[in-house]
C-alpha cells in the first residue's frame, strides 16, 4: 500500500471514528433533549396524563392537589383493553390519597394517529367546560415536544397553560437510563416519535 493510499484510508477510519462518536454522544443526550423544564402554577384544572407503573406521578398529582394548585383532577388515558382504562383505576388510587371523589373525574381519550390531536382533544374538553388555565402532569421523556404541541393548541384555545413532571420520575429515568429496558425503550420511542410527527401536518 503506498503512501497516498494509507493517508486516504487514515482520513476514512478517522471520520469514521468521528461519527461513532459523535453518534454516541447524541444518544447519550437524548434525556437532556426531551425533558423540558417542569413548570407549575394554579390552574383551573390539573390534566393527569402520566398514568404508568413506572410513574411516582400520583402521589405528586396529589401534592399538586394539596397545595392548591388545581381545582378539579382528570385522569387521561386511552383504551389499553376492551372498555379498560388506566384513567379509571388512577382516579381511585388518586381518592386513597385524599383527593375528594367530587373533584376527581377520568377522561378517555377517542384513539388517534398522534399525540397532537390528543391534545386537541384536550384543549377542546377544558374550554367547553369553560376553564381557563390548565396544569398538565406529563412523562418527562416527552415534556419538551408536548409542551410545544400544548402551548399552540391551548394557546388557539384561549387556555393558560403550564407543563409539569414528578421530579421523582425525572430523576429515576435520567439515573443509568441506557442500562435499563423501559428506560431506554421509553426516551428511543418518544424521540423517535417526536422526530416522525414532524413529517405529517396533523402532527405538528
Not at 53 to 64: E, G, I, K, M, R
Amino acid at each position: 500500500m503506498n503512501a497516498k493510499r494509507r493517508r486516504r484510508v487514515r482520513r476514512w477510519l478517522i471520520a469514521l471514528a468521528a461519527l461513532v462518536i459523535l453518534a454516541l454522544a447524541g444518544f447519550s443526550a437524548l434525556p437532556w433533549v426531551l425533558i423540558a423544564p417542569a413548570e407549575t402554577a394554579p390552574s383551573d384544572v390539573l390534566l393527569h396524563l402520566a398514568i404508568d407503573p413506572h410513574s411516582d406521578s400520583n402521589l405528586y398529582v396529589a401534592q399538586l392537589y394539596q397545595q392548591g394548585m388545581a381545582k378539579k383532577v382528570v385522569c387521561v388515558s386511552s383504551q389499553v383493553a376492551w372498555e379498560t382504562y388506566p384513567a379509571d383505576y388512577a382516579v381511585r388510587h388518586l381518592m386513597t390519597l385524599n383527593i375528594p371523589e367530587e373533584d376527581l373525574s377520568a377522561l378517555h381519550l377517542p384513539f388517534t394517529d398522534c399525540g397532537a390531536e390528543d391534545v386537541q382533544y384536550l384543549a377542546e374538553y377544558v374550554k367547553s367546560r369553560g376553564g381557563k388555565s390548565a396544569l398538565l402532569v406529563v412523562d418527562p421523556s416527552g415534556s419538551r415536544a408536548g409542551r410545544r404541541l400544548i402551548e399552540k393548541y391551548f394557546g388557539r384555545a384561549g387556555i393558560r397553560v403550564a407543563v409539569t413532571y414528578s421530579p421523582r420520575d425525572k430523576q429515576e429515568l435520567l439515573h443509568d437510563w441506557w442500562r435499563t429496558h423501559w428506560k431506554a425503550q421509553r426516551i428511543v420511542v418518544s424521540a423517535i416519535g417526536s422526530a416522525l410527527d414532524l413529517l405529517y401536518p396533523q402532527c405538528r
